[in-house]
C-alpha cells in the first residue's frame, strides 16, 4: 500500500467530521433522538434550495445558512406534530423530513430545468477529492495550505466543543431529567434546539465535504459504542471522539487495502469509515466489560455451575 | 455549477424522481389542457394507467401495514429498512454474476435487498434487547452501517472488469415514472398478500402492539409474530423501493397511518382509512405528476400525503385540533358555569345562615359574588349573560342576579358535588382517581354509592349545611 | 450482606410440588448483570390469596415475570401444579402493571377485555358476538359494562385498572398473577377488585397479588411472601405478617419501620 500525503488529508478531514459529529451524537444517544441526524440530513434541502434560490449564488454561507434554519425547523415541527398532534415521535420526525425532502426534491426541479447530475461523485461521497479544493493563506509571512473542507470541519468542531463546554452542566442535566432542568431554572428547550442547531449545522457542513453516510454514521455509532463502554458523561464524549477517529483512520486504509486483496481499486473512504465504525462498535457490543454479550454470556453460565 | 453543489450533498434520493423530469424538459410547468387532463383521468395512456395503479396499490397496502408499525411505535423502522437493502443487492449482483448470469436479474436483487433489509431488522432488534442502546440507536447504526457497507460494496463491484454493475445503486432509488407491467404485478402481489395479512392476523399484531408481556402469557408467540410484522414491512418496502423509491415508501408507511389516527378511535377503522389515504394519496398524487410537467410524481405524493396529513391533523374527528379545542372552550366555559353556580350557592347559604332559615332562591348581590372568586368585572358579566341564555339564570341587572327555579337546583347539585369531592379527597388523599370529570359525572358513578352515603353521612356533622340531594329534589329538571 | 440472611423454610412447611399451585425453586433473575432475585424457594398451596410484599426494588415484579417466562431466569424452575410453566400456560392468567401499556391505543374497553379470549378465539378466527357478551359480562361484574364502548384514554386510573381485570376475569383461569392491581385506584376500585378476588378464592382460584400497602396487607391476603431479594419470609398471614419479619424485609429503615408499625396496629 503507497500512502501519500493526500491520503494523509482524507483522514485528517475524516477524521476532523467524525469528531465533529460525535460530540453532539452523544447527546443524540441519549436524549434517545438518534434518527434526528438521519432527519436533518434529508430534510435540509428545501433549505438549500430556497437559499439558492433568493441569494441567487451557491455562496457556502448562504447554503450554509438555508440549511442550517431548516433543520432547526425539522426539529421544531417534529416537536409540535407529537406535542399538539399527539403522534409517536419517531413518526413524527419521519412525516416532517421526508415531507421537507419532497418539497426540496420540487423546488430544485423548478428552479432549474438543466440538472446536471453527477451521480458517482454524488453517491459515494467525495472525501477523496477534498483535498484538491485547497485554501491558502498568509500569516506573519508564512503560507499555510489546507484543504477547504478540513478547515470547515475544524471550525464546525471547535464551534461544538465550544458550545458543549459553556453549556456542559445544562446540557447534560437537560438530557438526564428535563423536568429537574425547568425547575432549576434551565429551559430546556433552548437547550434543545441549541443541540438540534448543532446537528444541523454540523450535518451541513459535513456532508458538503464527506457525504452523508458517513454523517449519519459518526452521529450515532462512536456515540453509542461509548455508551456501552462507559456510564460517565465526559468520559463517553472522549471515547466517542476517540472511536471516531480511529474509524476514520481504519476506514481510509481498509477502503485502499480490502479491494486490494482482490486486485481491485479503492473503494469509497466515506463509506469504508461508516463500516469500521461499525466494526468498532460490534466489539464493543461483545467485549464490553460490563453489558457485553460474552460478559453477559459468563454470568449466566457462572451462576448456572453455582447452582449445579 | 450550483445545482452540482446541491446534489453533491443529496446524493441518492434524486436520480430517479428525477426521472420523470427531465423527460420533459423545456416545457412551461403551467401547460395545461383539458384533453390531457381527460386522458390522464380515465387512465386512458398505458404507462399513466401502470404507474397510477401502482403506487395507488402501494399506498393502499403500506396504509394498512404502516398503521401497526405506527402503533407498535416503530414508523422509522422502514427508514432502516431501506436503507439496510442495499449491502443485499450488492451481494446478490456478486453471487448472480459468478454463476454466470446476469448480475441484473430482477427477482435475484429484490431477494437479496429483503436477505439484507431484513438482517438489518434483526440486527435493530439484537441490539436493542442485549444493551441498553434504545430502539432510536439500534435503528440508526443498523442504517448507516449497512448503508456504508453497500455503498463500498457497490463501488467495488463497479470496478470489477466485465461485470456491468451500471445504475446498479439506482435500484433504491425507484424509477416512478417508469413502471412496467412487471413492476405493477409484482406491487400487487405483495400488496395483497401484505393487506391480506394485517386483516387476517389482525387479532395477533393488534395484541402484539397493544401488550406483549400479555400475550405472551397466553401463549402467542410473540417473537414469531413480531417477525412476521417485520417480514410484511420488509416487503413493502423492498418492492416500494425499486418502484417509486426511497423516501416515498419511508413516507408511505408513516404518514397515512399517522393521519387515519385522528379520524377514529377503533383500530379496524384506522386500518381502513390508513388504506383509503395511503391509496388516495398515490392516485393523486401520481395524477398530478402526470398533468404538470416538472413535478416529480414521488416528490408529489408525499406532499399530497402531507397536505392529508395536515388536513386530518388539524379537521380530524376524533383526536384533531379543533376538535380538541372546541372541547377544551367547552370545558372551560363548563367550568366557568359551574364556578359561578357554586358561588352564587354560597351566596345564598350565607345569606340564610346571617337570617338564621333555610336556604332559598334569592336575589344575589353581583358585588358579592366578585369577592368570592378571581373574576375580572367582564367575565363574570359574560359568564352571567351565558347562563342566561341556558335558563339558568332568571334575570340579572347590574346589581344583582337572580337564579331560575333550574339554575337553583343546578347550584345545589353542583355544591353538593363539590363538596362531596372535597371531603372525599380529604378522606383518601392517597387514593384520588385521575381522569374524572369531577364536576359533571356523578360522584356516585365514580365513587360508588356506599361511599357517597360514608360521606355524606360525614358532612352531617361538619360545619357545612343541608345540601339538598339531586336525585330527590330535582328529579325532571335535567 | 449475610447478617440478615433469612433461615431458609422448614422442610415440613415446603409442600409437595405436585399439589402446590406454584413451586419455585433455586429462582435466580439477574437484569444485565446485576442479580435481582437471589436462589428464591417457594412453595404455595391452592387457592389463597397471596400477598408479594417488600420494598420498592426487591423484585416483587420481577418475581411475577419471571414465573410467567417474561423474563429471562439465570437459574432455578418454576411449577405450577406441578408441572412447567409452558404446560400449565392455558391455566395462567396476567394482570400487568396499568403502566405498561399505551392507554392512548385505538381499541375500546370492550375489545380490551375481549384480548382475555384470544387465547380461546385462536389463529386467525375473528371475535364473535358469543366473545362480545363475555366480555361484556367481566366488565358487568367489575362494574363499568356501561363504559363498553369507551376508548380506553377516556377512562379513569381506576376504571382502566378494573378493564384489566375483566380481562383477566374472561380469561378464566385457575391461576391469577397481579402486577400492583392496587397502585394508585380509587377507594372504590379498590374494593371491587377486593371483592373479585375474594370471589376467586371461593372457586378455588389462587391469585398471587403485588402489593404495597402494608396497611392492608392483613386484610386482603390469607398468604404472604415477604420479598427483599430473596424470600425473608413465606406462610399464612397471621404468621408471617409480624412486626420482626417486616423490620427484615424493610431492613431496618426508620420510616418504613414506622409505617409498618402502624400498619401492624391498624390490623391486628
Same mark, same amino acid.
Given at each position: ?8 488529508? /482524507? ?11 460525535? /460530540? ?37 454561507? #448562504? ?105 456542559? $452542566? ?69 471515547? #466517542? ?24 481499486? #479503492? ?22 466489560? $460490563? ?18 | 455549477?450550483?445545482?452540482?453543489? !446541491? ?14 423530469? %427531465?423527460?420533459?424538459?423545456?416545457? &412551461? ?86 436477505? &439484507? ?200 374527528? &376524533? ?83 337572580? !337564579? ?20 372525599? !379527597? ?47 329534589? %330535582?328529579?325532571?329538571?335535567? | ?11 415440613? *412447611?415446603? @409442600? ?51 414465573? @410467567? ?66 366480555? *361484556?359480562?367481566? @366488565? ?57 378476588? *375474594? ?33 425473608? *419470609? ?35
Amino acid at each position: 500500500m503507497e500512502w501519500y500525503n493526500l491520503d494523509t488529508w /482524507i483522514v485528517i478531514t475524516g477524521a476532523l467530521c467524525a469528531s465533529a459529529c460525535a /460530540i453532539p451524537g452523544c447527546f443524540l444517544v441519549l436524549r434517545q433522538m438518534s434518527m434526528m441526524g438521519d432527519a436533518i440530513s434529508h430534510a435540509v434541502l428545501p433549505g438549500l434550495a430556497i437559499a439558492f434560490m433568493i441569494t441567487g449564488s451557491r455562496s457556502s454561507l #448562504s447554503m450554509f445558512v438555508g440549511a442550517a434554519v431548516v433543520g432547526v425547523l425539522t426539529a421544531l415541527f417534529s416537536q409540535w406534530i407529537s406535542q399538539f398532534g399527539k403522534v409517536d415521535r419517531g413518526a413524527s420526525m419521519g412525516i416532517v423530513f421526508t415531507s421537507l425532502f419532497a418539497l426540496g426534491l420540487i423546488l430544485i426541479v423548478q428552479a432549474s430545468n438543466h440538472v446536471e447530475l453527477d451521480a458517482s461523485c454524488v453517491l459515494y461521497g467525495a472525501l477523496e477529492l477534498t483535498p484538491l479544493d485547497l485554501w491558502h493563506w498568509e500569516f506573519l509571512g508564512l503560507s499555510f495550505k489546507a484543504p477547504r473542507a478540513a478547515c470547515v470541519l475544524t471550525m464546525i468542531l471547535v464551534i461544538n466543543i465550544t458550545v458543549i463546554g459553556i453549556f456542559y $452542566k445544562e446540557f447534560k442535566i437537560s438530557s438526564f431529567d428535563p423536568a429537574l432542568a425547568k425547575t432549576l431554572g434551565i429551559h430546556s428547550g433552548l437547550i434543545h434546539y441549541l443541540l438540534m442547531t448543532m446537528v444541523a449545522i454540523t450535518t451541513v457542513a459535513a456532508f458538503e465535504a464527506v457525504g452523508s453516510i458517513i454523517v449519519i454514521a459518526m452521529l450515532v455509532v462512536p456515540a453509542a459504542t461509548a455508551y456501552l463502554l462507559t456510564e460517565n458523561l465526559v468520559i463517553m464524549m472522549f471515547v #466517542s471522539v476517540f472511536f471516531s477517529i480511529a474509524a476514520a483512520i481504519l476506514g481510509h486504509i481498509s477502503a485502499i487495502l480490502v479491494p486490494s486483496w482482490f486486485g481491485l481499486n #479503492s473503494t469509497s473512504s466515506s463509506a469504508m469509515i461508516a463500516v469500521m465504525a461499525g466494526c468498532l462498535f460490534l466489539i464493543a457490543w461483545i467485549f464490553a466489560p $460490563k453489558q457485553g454479550l460474552l460478559q453477559n454470556y459468563f454470568i449466566k453460565s457462572k451462576s448456572h455451575n453455582k447452582a449445579r | 455549477m450550483l445545482l452540482k453543489v !446541491l446534489f453533491v450533498s443529496f446524493p441518492f434520493f434524486l436520480q430517479p424522481i428525477l426521472g420523470s423530469a %427531465s423527460d420533459h424538459l423545456g416545457t &412551461s410547468f403551467i401547460h395545461f389542457n383539458f384533453k390531457d387532463f381527460l386522458e390522464v383521468i380515465s387512465l386512458a395512456n398505458y404507462n399513466t394507467r401502470l404507474v397510477i395503479l401502482s403506487t395507488s396499490i402501494l399506498g393502499i397496502a403500506s396504509g394498512s401495514i404502516g398503521s401497526f408499525l405506527l402503533l407498535r411505535k416503530r414508523s422509522l423502522i422502514g427508514d432502516a429498512i431501506s436503507h439496510a437493502c442495499l449491502p443485499g443487492i450488492g451481494i446478490a449482483f456478486l453471487i448472480m454474476t459468478a454463476l454466470g448470469n446476469t448480475g441484473k436479474f430482477l427477482p435475484g436483487l429484490l431477494l437479496g435487498a429483503s436477505i &439484507s433489509g431484513f438482517v438489518g431488522v434483526l440486527v435493530v432488534m439484537a441490539i436493542r434487547n442485549t444493551t441498553k442502546l434504545k430502539d432510536d440507536a439500534a435503528m440508526g447504526i443498523v442504517l448507516s452501517i449497512f448503508f456504508g457497507l453497500g455503498v463500498a460494496l457497490l463501488r467495488i463491484i463497479t470496478e470489477i472488469p466485465g461485470a456491468s454493475a451500471a445504475g446498479l445503486e439506482s435500484f433504491i432509488y425507484g424509477k416512478t415514472a417508469s413502471i412496467v407491467l412487471y413492476d405493477f404485478w409484482l406491487i400487487s402481489l405483495v400488496a395483497i398478500l401484505v393487506t391480506v395479512a394485517s386483516f387476517i392476523l389482525l387479532k395477533e399484531w393488534t395484541l402484539l402492539c397493544f401488550d406483549s408481556g400479555y400475550a405472551a402469557t397466553q401463549g402467542w408467540p410473540v417473537y414469531a409474530l413480531d417477525l412476521s410484522l417485520l417480514v410484511g414491512i420488509t416487503l413493502v418496502t423492498v418492492i416500494g423501493l425499486q418502484s417509486v423509491g426511497l423516501i416515498l415508501i419511508i413516507a408511505f408507511l408513516i404518514i397515512p397511518p399517522s393521519a387515519a389516527r385522528f379520524w377514529t378511535e377503533n383500530l379496524k377503522k384506522m386500518l381502513i382509512i390508513s388504506s383509503v389515504l395511503g391509496g388516495l394519496s398515490g392516485w393523486v398524487g401520481a395524477t398530478m405528476s402526470a398533468l404538470f410537467q416538472n413535478l416529480p410524481a414521488g416528490a408529489v405524493i408525499v406532499l399530497v400525503a402531507t397536505t392529508i396529513f395536515i388536513f386530518s391533523m388539524l379537521f380530524g374527528t &376524533s383526536r384533531g385540533l379543533l376538535i380538541r379545542f372546541i372541547k377544551h372552550t367547552k370545558l372551560n366555559r363548563k367550568i366557568g358555569r359551574d364556578h359561578l353556580m357554586h358561588s352564587s350557592y354560597e351566596v345564598l347559604e350565607e345569606m340564610a345562615m346571617h337570617e338564621n332559615r333555610m336556604i332559598n332562591n334569592q336575589k344575589i348581590k353581583r358585588s358579592r359574588l366578585l369577592q368570592r372568586r378571581s373574576w375580572m368585572d367582564t367575565e363574570l358579566k359574560s359568564l352571567i349573560h351565558t347562563s342566561k341564555k341556558n335558563g339558568l339564570i332568571e334575570r340579572y341587572t347590574d346589581e344583582y342576579i337572580l !337564579l331560575g327555579e333550574a339554575g337553583f337546583a343546578e347550584a345545589a347539585r353542583t355544591t353538593r358535588n363539590h363538596r362531596l369531592w372535597e371531603m372525599y !379527597l380529604i378522606e383518601y388523599a392517597e387514593v384520588a382517581p385521575t381522569n374524572v370529570d369531577r364536576g359533571a359525572d356523578l360522584v356516585e358513578h365514580v365513587l360508588g354509592a356506599d361511599i357517597v352515603r360514608m360521606l355524606e353521612s360525614k358532612m352531617k356533622t361538619s360545619p357545612y349545611m343541608y345540601i339538598p340531594n339531586p336525585h330527590s329534589e %330535582s328529579e325532571g329538571l335535567s | 450482606m449475610t447478617a440478615a440472611v433469612p433461615a431458609p423454610l422448614p422442610k415440613s *412447611k415446603i @409442600l409437595n410440588p405436585q399439589s402446590a399451585a406454584l413451586h419455585i425453586q433455586d429462582l435466580t433473575v439477574a437484569y444485565h448483570s446485576k442479580p435481582v432475585l437471589w436462589d428464591v424457594d417457594l412453595s404455595i398451596p391452592e387457592a389463597k390469596l397471596v400477598g408479594i410484599v417488600g420494598p420498592n426494588g426487591a423484585g416483587k415484579s420481577t418475581l411475577i415475570k419471571a414465573c @410467567l417466562n417474561l423474563l429471562p431466569k439465570t437459574s432455578g424452575a418454576v411449577q405450577v401444579f406441578g408441572k412447567s410453566y409452558e404446560e400449565q400456560r392455558s391455566m395462567i392468567g396476567y394482570v400487568p402493571q396499568r403502566e405498561s401499556v399505551d392507554w392512548d391505543f385505538p381499541v375500546s374497553a370492550l375489545e380490551v377485555v375481549a384480548m382475555g379470549l384470544y387465547g380461546k378465539i385462536g389463529w386467525f378466527r375473528s371475535v364473535k358476538s358469543r366473545h362480545k357478551k363475555l366480555a *361484556k359480562e367481566a @366488565l358487568d361484574r367489575v362494574g363499568i359494562a356501561d363504559l363498553a364502548d369507551r376508548q380506553i384514554s377516556q377512562l379513569s386510573g381506576g376504571q382502566q385498572q378494573r378493564v384489566f381485570l375483566a380481562r383477566a376475569l374472561a380469561q378464566d383461569t385457575r391461576v391469577y398473577f397481579m402486577d400492583e392491581p392496587f397502585a394508585a385506584v380509587d377507594a372504590a376500585t379498590e374494593r371491587a377488585i377486593i371483592e373479585l378476588l *375474594k370471589e376467586f378464592k371461593s372457586l378455588g382460584k389462587t391469585c398471587f397479588v403485588v402489593h404495597h400497602d402494608l396497611a392492608t396487607v392483613s386484610q386482603y391476603f390469607d398468604w404472604t411472601v415477604l420479598l427483599n431479594m430473596r424470600i425473608v *419470609k413465606s406462610g399464612p398471614t397471621e404468621e408471617v405478617f409480624t412486626r420482626e419479619n417486616l423490620s427484615k424485609t424493610y431492613g431496618g429503615k426508620l420510616t418504613i419501620l414506622e409505617e409498618a408499625s402502624n400498619a401492624l396496629r391498624i390490623t391486628h
